[in-house]
């Protein structure tokens, strides 16, 4: 799997919109980019993913540059609750079974 | 719909002593695994499973055993505990491999004195 390149921290004023970086150059044709969070204490939360075009759900929206080597996550409306840490992940849709956690970017909202 | 659960949530142990923790997933996934979590780092995978009755070995398997004799439940299973497998338990599954996403269970906290 390609590495990813996260900022360890950054922080975020509630009811604007975070913005987290995601830098994996090496990444190739057929990896997917993930999103998770792990709020304190529990157990990591699927955010997003996508290949090559932007996503957007109910949680957030994921902007991929057009030669795929860096990602963005936006968090339109940040809140409290969104207070974590945020991991990218790159992995292949070809029978990969894992899912390889670096260190994140540790994410702080405040009032 | 309870997703995945963990069984005990948390649980003081002695050197040599053995237990198992359980995860249970209700939402027929072939697909469950078993990852640590040691302090400020991230997830590391020890077992997995591709389906009821088999098993395989992640990236830190060594200590445990597993199995999965229910679609539904896999099993982790410490024989003799170490202090170095202090640590907090994930379990997670998923419809299968291949750009399906993972869900995880709350995590059972395991101190080994």
């Known amino acids: 799997d390609a590495k990813t390149t996260q900022p360890p921290s950054m922080d975020c004023a509630e009811g604007r919109a975070a913005n987290l970086p995601c830098n994996h150059s090496t990444i190739s044709g057929n990896e997917y980019v993930y999103w998770y969070r792990q709020i304190h204490s529990q157990g990591p939360q699927y955010i997003i993913h996508?290949?090559?075009n932007n996503e957007t759900n109910e949680m957030a929206s994921l902007i991929i540059t057009e030669d795929r080597k860096s990602s963005t996550l936006i968090l339109p409306h940040a809140t409290l609750r969104d207070t974590a840490v945020y991991y990218c992940?790159?992995?292949?849709?070809?029978?990969?079974?894992?899912?390889?956690f670096g260190a994140g970017t540790t994410v702080t909202v405040r009032a | 719909n309870a997703g995945v659960t963990q069984t005990p949530k948390f649980r003081v142990l002695k050197t040599g002593q053995s237990m198992t923790l359980l995860c249970a997933q209700d939402?027929?996934?072939?697909?469950m695994y078993w990852y640590r979590q040691d302090p400020g780092m991230g997830l590391r995978l020890i077992h997995y499973s591709v389906g009821e009755g088999t098993t395989a070995k992640g990236e830190v398997p060594d200590g445990y055993n597993v199995s999965r004799l229910k679609k539904q439940n896999f099993l982790l299973g410490l024989e003799s505990a170490a202090p170095s497998q202090t640590s907090v338990y994930f379990c997670?599954?998923?419809?299968?491999?291949?750009?399906?996403?993972?869900?995880f269970g709350p995590g059972t906290r395991l101190l080994v004195l």
């Open positions: 992940i790159v992995r292949t849709r070809s029978n990969d079974y894992k899912l390889s």
């Open positions: 939402m027929n996934h072939e697909y």
């Open positions: 997670a599954s998923s419809r299968r491999a291949s750009e399906e996403t993972q869900y």
């Open positions: 996508g290949l090559k």
